[in-house]
Nanobody
Framework: QVQLVESGGGLVQAGGSLRLSCSASGSIFSINAMGWYRQAPEKQRELVATITRGGSTNYADSVKGRFTISRDNAKNTVYLQMNSLRPEDTAVYYC?????????????WGQGTQVTVSS
């Protein structure tokens, strides 16, 4: 069974920081792109940041300069360092990975971790 497990969410005051982690486990040959998405109440899920296996990154305009995505390929883990958090960053954050498994490429989603930023 292939799965992603997230950790690091919580409650923080505006201006504070949090670091999210997401690790993949199971019968995985390798992982291509990994990313973080978020979904606020009554809103659609949106991209936060992505990173390729080679380390190229892409960010939503709303988080540029405040969030940093990174990964450890040896550990099949992706991180999201979130600084200068704002109340509008409050959402459930989901990890995503494109994993190469027996039979092809599988897009995997984590269960989500809640991030709440108080004003």
């Amino acid at each position: 069974q292939v799965q992603l497990v997230e950790s690091g969410g919580g409650l923080v005051q505006a201006g504070g920081s949090l670091r999210l982690s997401c690790s993949a486990s199971g019968s995985i040959f390798s992982i291509n792109a990994m990313g973080w998405y978020r979904q606020a109440p009554e809103k659609q899920r949106e991209l936060v940041a992505t990173i390729t296996r080679g380390g190229s990154t892409n960010y939503a305009d709303s988080v540029k300069g405040r969030f940093t995505i990174s990964r450890d390929n040896a550990k099949n883990t992706v991180y999201l360092q979130m600084n200068s958090l704002r109340p509008e960053d409050t959402a459930v954050y989901y990890c995503n990975a494109d994993a190469l498994i027996r039979g092809g490429v599988l897009s995997i989603w984590g269960q989500g971790t809640q991030v709440t930023v108080s004003s």
